[in-house]
C-alpha cells in the first residue's frame, strides 16, 4: 500500500519529488524518534551534510494530487466518517518562510490554518494537529521524524 502527498511549489511550480512509503512501517510518521538506532556521532554528521545541501522552501505550495490516503488513514486507525470527510476535503496548501534552517510553515486546509516553527536541525520539536493533538518531530540525517 502506497501512501503519497504531491505538492508543487507554486512560485514557479515545479514539482516536488515524492517518495514511495511502501514497506516502511507507517507509524513511524508519528514516531519520536526514539527507536532510531543511530549513534548520535553519525547523526550529526548526516544532519550537518544534509543542511549544507539544504535547498529553499520558500513559497507557497500546493497540493495538486494524493493517492493511497485511504489506507493510510484505515492504518492509522482513523474513522470510517474522517476518512470520508478527508477524501471530500479541498486541497491543502503551505506557506514556508525559511531562512537556513529555520523554518516557518502555514498550513492552510480544511481544519483551518496550522501554524508550525522549527529548525532542521535535529532539534526535537512538538507541534499541536488539526485535531489538537501533540506530534513531536526532529530531523535525523536525510529524514524527518
Known sequence: NDSCLEAYDDSNSN?????????QDHEEFFSDGASVDDSAAETLDDTAAFLTELPDFSGRWVCKSTWGLEDFLKRVGVSRMQRLAAAKAP???????????????????ALGDLREEFSADGTPYTSRDGW???????????ALR
Open 91 to 109: 486541497w491543502p496548501e503551505w506557506d514556508f518562510e525559511q531562512l537556513g534552517d529555520h523554518f516557518v510553515s502555514v498550513n492552510r486546509g
Open 15 to 23: 514539482d516536488l519529488d515524492c517518495r514511495s512509503t511502501s514497506g
Open 132 to 142: 489538537k493533538q501533540k506530534v513531536r518531530s526532529s530531523a535525523t540525517g536525510k
